[in-house]
């Protein structure tokens, strides 16, 4: 993932970093100076806030400005806006797992890469990356200057290394047959969004779900079967969750989501029931997973044969943060355990951890 | 949108829309004071404005809530640079409170009428000396 060893200078500027440093770049705790390859190279300023980094930045003719999305500004796209005005500089957006999309947005690249997009410049930001982040790759995102004149030959290069690059991260953290995430890459997102929440008392809550007799499917009607089970069972639930939930395959037929409020997230007609923002989790979590298992009975697998359709059922288990557990870890095991007390119930049901009604068709 | 030409050596900053009603009625005002302007939509482009056209005597004007946003970063940096504040706050209460302090701290002044703005500016404009004075002072020493 992390090349650690970019040997690229920034020529002509400084580099400017706005936000909390330490928390967006490993291994970083007060940075004045930028290493690569253990060397101290490019100098690096760092101003805490927003105002503080717009007035460094007409004052200074910075190469880069790099914005930590967390914490830089309380109006993130206001600040970026008079950034852009106020300088020529490259604008990299330091986003943690879940700003992903609204840095998309904000760099105005929809479809981007997992981890590293390149925007044409028409969006407030030109580029972003995921933090935390090696210090290596980001040399490497604030190294890459769209529409700067480079030498065509070590453009070509660029260009072949970036994507090798941008395909390895693609493999290392998606499931490469349903799209979906993997369990290493959800893991993590849980990671920091429990950290977030620590700051702003937003709630997560976690769903682990796999196929009923996936293995029936996959040994009667072929792997090719099973595989289209996968995939159809990932669409679906896809489609029911919100914008800003993580769905990931975690193991052969089991699934994971995390469901989190999104700030962002616009809030819902009264009424809304996928969209809510402000249900109560993990009653709204309920709905959603409700959704999916009617979806899912709904569903025509083509390959399972004439019987094919409404045949596939899930077991699944819900934790919800701070009632169920405290940390990623906790989740996923309360959720895992609640998974199998939902099969040894006899399958086809979502169970929440430690309710006395837990089966969550029991619950309004 | 920048003000008439400067009769006076200091500069008002008004932050928030162009549709505001007291950003109207400031702009109506400081013309006619014949007072350097430029009006500013929120707190980041005060930071460029003040940054691209360092002034030593400024008066940054604007609501509290508006004022006081970024942790109240404004208060703090003008404070180092000499620069006033002047925040409108029709009325304080709850959370308002402890930004109107935390502006006054500063050395912010807190109105809570934009006809009070003339009175600020105008004393201002005579004082050379750049610091705040208090509004309805003369009232009170009698």
Redesign the interface.
């Known amino acids: 993932m992390d090349s650690g060893n970019s040997t690229d200078k920034i020529s002509g500027g400084q580099i400017l970093l706005i936000g909390n440093a330490s928390a967006a770049l490993s291994g970083v705790h007060t940075p004045d100076k930028l290493p690569t390859r253990g060397e101290l190279v490019e100098p690096i300023k760092v101003c805490a806030?927003?105002?503080?980094g717009?007035?460094?930045a007409?004052?200074t003719p910075f190469a880069v400005i790099a914005v930590v999305m967390a914490d830089a500004?309380?109006?993130l796209r206001?600040?970026l806006?008079?950034?852009r005005?106020?300088t020529s500089a490259k604008i990299v957006l330091l986003a943690r797992m879940y700003e992903e999309p609204r840095a998309m947005e904000l760099v105005g690249a929809a479809g981007g890469s997992t981890s590293l997009a390149t925007g044409n410049g028409a969006g407030l930001a030109d580029d972003y990356v995921i933090c935390p982040i090696r210090m290596g790759k980001f040399c490497e995102a604030i190294h890459h200057r769209p529409g700067a004149v480079e030498d065509t030959t070590t453009d070509v290069a660029d260009t072949a290394v970036r994507a090798k690059m941008n395909r390895l991260e693609k493999l290392a953290t998606e499931d490469d047959l349903t799209g979906l995430k993997n369990r290493r890459y959800i893991r993590e997102f849980a990671r920091q969004i429990i950290e977030r929440t620590g700051r702003d008392n937003g709630r997560m809550t976690v769903l682990i779900f796999d196929i009923d007799n996936f293995k029936h499917y996959n040994d009667v009607y072929s792997h090719a079967a099973g595989d289209e089970v996968l995939k159809q069972a990932a669409l679906l639930i896809r489609r029911c969750c919100r914008r800003h939930d993580m769905v990931g395959r975690i193991g052969g037929d089991e699934f994971a989501v995390v469901f989190w409020d999104d700030p962002q997230c616009p809030r819902p007609a009264a009424g809304g029931e996928r969209r809510s923002f402000a249900a109560d989790h993990p009653r709204e979590v309920i709905s959603i997973a409700k959704r999916f298992r009617r979806e899912l009975g709904r569903a025509e697998f083509r390959l399972l044969g004439p019987e094919g359709r409404g045949v596939l059922t899930i077991s699944g288990g819900l934790a919800t943060l701070g009632a169920d557990g405290s940390t990623a870890e906790e989740l996923f095991a309360k959720a895992d355990h609640a998974l199998l007390d939902a099969k040894r119930s006899g399958k086809n049901r979502v169970y929440l951890v430690g309710q006395p009604e837990n089966d969550i068709d029991k619950i309004g | 949108m920048e003000g008439c030409g400067s009769i006076v050596e200091f500069r008002v900053i008004l932050v928030g829309a162009e549709s505001d009603q007291f950003v109207r009625f400031a702009t109506a005002m400081s013309s006619r004071l014949a007072v350097n302007f430029a009006v500013c939509r929120d707190l980041y482009e005060v930071a460029a404005e003040l940054a691209r056209r360092p002034v030593q005597r400024c008066l940054v004007v604007g609501r509290l809530e508006q004022l006081s946003r970024e942790r109240g970063r404004l208060f703090e940096k003008a404070a180092q640079a000499g620069w006033a504040c002047c925040c409108i706050a029709k009325k304080i209460s709850g959370s308002t409170r402890n930004w109107a302090i935390r502006a006054m701290q500063s050395g912010a002044i807190v109105v809570n009428d934009v006809g009070q703005l003339e009175e600020v500016v105008t004393r201002m404009m005579s004082d050379t000396s750049g610091t705040l004075p208090r509004i309805g002072q003369d009232k009170e020493n009698g």
């Open positions: 806030g927003m105002l503080d717009i007035e460094a007409v004052k500004a309380t109006n206001g600040g806006a008079t950034l005005k106020s």
